[in-house]
């Protein structure tokens, strides 16, 4: 191998190994903002929560829905959603919209119907 030969080479070798490093160094773009956030102790955090952007640790959702369907609940003082109307207490009674007890269960699993609610093993409240 002739000395042009040699350099061209060695030139060759250094730029591609320069190219390699700085390929390496580059970091990938971030991914957009999850919609909901489900944090560790199973509080689901759309962007209208005031925790959502304190919340670290979650699993991520694309909608609130398919977060309180995995088990999920809205955060204290935020509304469930629309379309969820009886609530599960952890006590195992479920409180559709007339019930008194209702506004004030706050620990509860959501069904659409009471029907839904009752066949999940709970119980209609006393009357």
């Not at 191998?1 to 042009?4: E, G, K, L, P």
């Not at 959702?61 to 088990?71: A, R, V, Y």
């Not at 839904?116 to 006393?126: L, Q, R």
């Given at each position: 191998?002739?000395?042009?030969t040699?350099?061209i080479?060695i030139?060759?070798?250094?730029?591609?190994?320069?190219?390699?490093?700085?390929?390496a160094?580059?970091?990938?773009?971030?991914?957009?903002?999850?919609?909901?956030?489900?944090?560790d102790?199973?509080i689901?955090?759309?962007?209208?929560?005031?925790?959502?952007?304190?919340?670290?640790k979650?699993?991520e959702?694309?909608?609130?829905?398919?977060?309180?369907?995995?088990?999920g609940?809205?955060?204290?003082?935020?509304?469930?959603a629309?379309?969820?109307m009886?609530?599960?207490?952890?006590?195992?009674?479920?409180?559709?919209?007339?019930?008194?007890?209702?506004?004030?269960?706050k620990?509860?699993t959501?069904?659409k119907t009471?029907d839904?609610?009752?066949?999940?093993?709970?119980?209609?409240?006393?009357k």
């Open positions: 191998m002739n000395s042009n040699l350099k080479s030139g060759f070798l250094l730029g591609l190994s320069m190219s390699l490093s700085h390929a160094d580059q970091k990938p773009a971030p991914s957009a903002e999850p919609v909901v956030k489900k944090s102790s199973g689901c955090h759309d962007k209208t929560s005031a925790s959502f952007a304190s919340t670290k979650f699993t959702f694309k909608t609130m829905d398919e977060c309180l369907k995995t088990g609940r809205a955060p204290n003082g935020q509304a469930p629309a379309e969820s009886v609530k599960k207490s952890d006590a195992g009674i479920c409180h559709d919209k007339a019930s008194p007890s209702y506004e004030r269960t620990k509860f959501e069904f009471m839904e609610c009752v066949k999940s093993g709970g119980t209609a409240p006393k």
